[in-house]
């Protein structure tokens, strides 16, 4: 089979359920994956022969994308903040609006050593109350990653920040054992805890921590309808959906918890459901001394930080 016409006919048939662009980015995708070949290769080249047992193998891909699955389940890997990350379907996949919840937490503490350096620096004398005023975090800090899932959140602040602590929870076995395999992987040491979260009772197992991050289950479930057959097929329910009268659900737990496990001045980042990310800012502001919103790259209002 000529590669030329193997990749236009790919592309073709993932027409079907994607839109132009979708089925191209995707075709591309699979076609390096399987093959090792660039896009550049495959279409300036029109001699390229595809060998029977790789054409097979290609179409095995094209056969598990037409019923839906997700591309990074059938190649079974996702990129997240520039790290290439093992995923199963016993993890959700990683998405960019989570990544720029990473980054407003790598900013943040980026200027906490900035600005600890300058008052260092400015003035000898300054002490480590006039720090504390100044809501600095102290260096050697502690992240909590509730719900973790592959890993991708933990690991990407380890692999950016090697000095800091972090640990990451999740109540599936399953999908620590993913998590593990990609912190090897990265090189970064985390500690992983299998955890039910909302069993209270458990909490005095978690150490006191400067931060809390989470991207934790937030649809209800009576919207299960409204998701796109490749979500609501394929990514585990456990780490998408609350309860329709509880939506708010671990927003409150981490409210909760955070009331004698935060440091002072520490800080929570979560994700939002953009039809509650005012309550969830609204609910931390009981909570916490402060809560902000920011909007993604889709300019909806996905993520909250509370200040401690």
């Known amino acids: 089979m000529i590669a030329r016409e193997a990749h236009k006919d790919f592309i073709e048939q993932l027409r079907r359920i994607y839109s132009n662009n979708e089925a191209a980015v995707i075709t591309d995708w ?17 001699g390229l022969i595809l060998e029977k047992p790789v054409y097979d193998q290609l179409q095995g891909k094209l056969s598990e994308l037409l ?4 591309v990074q389940y059938v190649l079974g890997e996702a990129w997240f903040y520039k790290l290439k990350l093992k995923v199963t379907e016993a ?9 720029e919840l990473v980054e407003w937490l790598l900013h ?18 300054v002490t480590a109350t006039q720090l504390a005023h100044e809501n600095i975090l102290p260096h050697n800090i502690t992240v909590l990653d509730i719900g973790t899932g592959s890993g991708c959140i933990a ?22 054992d993913i998590a593990r395999q990609n912190a090897v992987t990265h090189g970064t040491a985390i500690d992983f805890m299998a955890f039910d979260f909302l069993d ?5 197992l978690l150490p006191k921590v400067d931060i809390i991050v989470s991207n934790p289950p937030y649809i209800p479930e009576g919207d299960l309808e409204k998701l796109a057959n490749n979500v609501a097929l394929f990514e585990p329910h456990l780490a998408l959906f609350v309860p329709d009268i509880t939506p708010l659900l671990f927003y409150e737990k981490i409210g909760k918890f ?4 935060l440091s002072k001045n520490g800080r929570v980042y979560v994700e939002t459901h953009e039809d509650y990310t005012r309550q969830v800012d609204t609910l931390y502001r009981t909570y916490f001394t402060n809560a902000m919103t920011r909007k993604d790259i889709f300019n909806k209002s996905r993520m909250v930080k509370a200040i401690n």
Request: a negative charge; hydrophobic letters at 35%; glycine letters at 2%.
């Open 91 to 99: 993890v959700l996949i990683p998405r960019p609006e989570t990544e």
């Open 258 to 261: 955070a009331d004698g496990h």
């Open 200 to 204: 209270e009772s458990n909490w005095s």
């Open 155 to 176: 690991i990407s602040i380890k692999k950016a920040l090697p000095h800091i602590n972090v640990i990451a929870i999740d109540y599936s076995e399953v999908a620590l």
């Open 108 to 125: 943040d503490i980026r200027q906490d050593d900035i600005n600890r350096h300058y008052l260092e620096n400015e003035d000898p004398a």
């Open 30 to 46: 699979v076609f390096e994956w399987v093959t090792g070949w660039k896009r550049s290769a495959t279409l300036s080249n029109p």
């Open 67 to 70: 019923k839906e699955k997700p």
